[in-house]
């Protein structure tokens, strides 16, 4: 995937991992939009998730990360709008995988699960790796 604008949200969980995903993107030249929230303070991840799945339909941005606690209730939350393929990485693999077989436009990572160094290194796989489409595109069009 070769983007050019990313749309990036994080709840209280993530707000620090967040932070460290922008400069290296931003290091890569890639326009971030960054939904918040930027404080330590109780918020609700379902409100963030929304956010970045609303710059993806309308088209300001070509895809989202999304940074909680575990990464599971951004997955779902984002899950939640046709649009959106949000996958959960734990790792370089699985953040390859998500974009080359379900075409993933929305990558969900756990602050908690995963340190920075891994974070950032599914941040890098996710952005580099292409859909390869032939029976995989037959599959994603069945959730579309």
Sequence with gaps: M???????AAD???VELKSA???ALKDR??????????????VDYPDYAQAVAKSIIDG???AGILVCGSGIGMSIAANRFPEVRAAL???RLSAELCRQHNNANVLCLGARIVGDAKALDCVD?????EFEGGRHALRVAKMS
């Design 89 to 91: 990485a734990h790792d």
């Design 29 to 42: 030249g890639i326009e971030v939009f960054d939904f918040g929230t930027n404080g330590s303070e109780s």
């Design 2 to 8: 070769t983007v050019k604008t990313i749309a990036i």
């Design 12 to 14: 209280h969980g993530g």
């Design 125 to 129: 796989a996710f952005i580099s790796t």
């Design 21 to 23: 995903i922008i400069s």
């Design 60 to 62: 300001q941005s070509e």
